[in-house]
Structures are given as structure tokens and as C-alpha cells.
């Protein structure tokens, strides 16, 4: 069905069935989940991500500052999108923060080889890469926009008795007590 200026619903010429709707060019920023990360310089961290993540660029809205409004980058099959600062909005980057509480996390083929290419593009590490108790080869680095990402590849399944034997012998803590097991 289409519908007429006077907006009344009318079949599509010689088919009997809706025409398909055409979807929209910002429908990829719509999954389920899309981190939106506040930059102080989003058009520089768009091109550090390209670099860094092999990220593809899906749009950019600059403003009449050139700030941008809005941008959106796909990494690793997920939407990331971005803004500049607007501190009169409340719109802060880890940089004005002094840090994040946040971690964006990437699983991938090869740990090490995105890893180097982040360091390569100038990225801080934070944490090397090593193998884990957990079952990944994981590690951590800072983007130079104050966002934190920990890129993993998962090398093996471990069940949570294991992954809790493996915290205690190194010191740690699972999180439980004999009162909430």
C-alpha cells in the first residue's frame, strides 16, 4: 500500500502488495546496543579509529563550528557512534573527566596483531597482552581520546569452578562467599 497526498492507503501499481520500505542511511547506527563515545576532537578520533581498529566510517554531521554533531564508525561489525564536547550540555570526554569508568571491549581474530596496530596508531598500553585464566588472550589499552578498550581473542572454554580456582590461587577473589554460593 502507498499512501495519496490526501493520504488514503492505495495498492502499488500491478502488484497487490506494500512496496518495500527503503531504509534509512543512518539505519546501521540503530542496533541493539551502540556505545556513543564523547571525544574531544571526534573528527580526529574517527581517523585514529580507521587506523587503530580498522574502523569504516558510516557519517558525519559537523556543525557550523565544525565540531561534530554526530558521527557514526563501524568496528569489528558494530556501530560506535561519536560526538564532540558540548560541555554547556553536559557532554564530557574522559579527557575533561580526568579518566573512565567505562571499558569497550573487543573480541577478534588476533589479539596481537589489533593490539600492535592500536599501539602502532597511538594508542597507550595499560595492560599487555597475555594469556588469561578466563580462556582469552586479552589486554588493554587507552585511545589518545581518554577511552579505555580491551581487544581479546578467545583461545579456550573454562568453567566458572576453574575460572574461581584460578582467581584464588592468584590471590583473588570470585566474588562469592559460602553465605551467597
Not at 547506527?29 to 558510516?58: M, N, Q, V, W
Request: proline share 7%.
Amino acid at each position: 500500500m502507498t499512501r495519496t497526498a490526501t493520504n488514503a492507503p492505495t495498492k502499488a501499481a500491478g502488484s497487490g502488495r506494500k512496496p518495500k520500505a527503503e531504509k534509512p542511511a543512518n539505519a546501521a547506527a540503530r542496533a541493539p546496543l551502540s556505545p556513543h563515545l564523547t571525544c574531544r576532537g571526534a573528527a580526529d578520533a574517527i581517523a585514529f579509529y580507521k587506523k587503530a581498529f580498522d574502523a569504516k566510517e558510516l557519517m558525519r554531521l559537523p556543525g557550523p563550528d565544525g565540531k561534530l554533531v554526530h558521527g557514526a564508525v563501524a568496528i569489528n561489525g558494530t556501530t560506535v557512534m561519536l560526538t564532540d564536547e558540548w560541555p554547556d550540555h553536559g557532554a564530557l570526554s574522559p579527557l575533561s573527566l580526568k579518566g573512565t569508568p567505562v571499558t569497550l571491549h573487543l573480541n577478534v581474530d588476533d589479539v596481537d596483531a589489533w593490539f600492535e596496530r592500536a599501539v602502532k596508531a597511538g594508542a597507550t598500553v595499560r595492560m599487555p597482552v597475555a594469556d588469561m585464566f578466563w580462556g582469552d588472550r586479552y589486554g588493554v589499552v587507552t585511545d589518545p581520546f581518554g577511552h579505555s578498550w580491551s581487544i581479546a581473542t578467545h583461545k579456550h572454554d573454562v568453567s566458572p569452578a576453574e575460572i574461581e580456582a584460578a582467581m584464588k590461587a592468584a590471590g583473588g577473589s570470585a566474588g562469592r562467599s559460602d553465605s551467597n554460593a
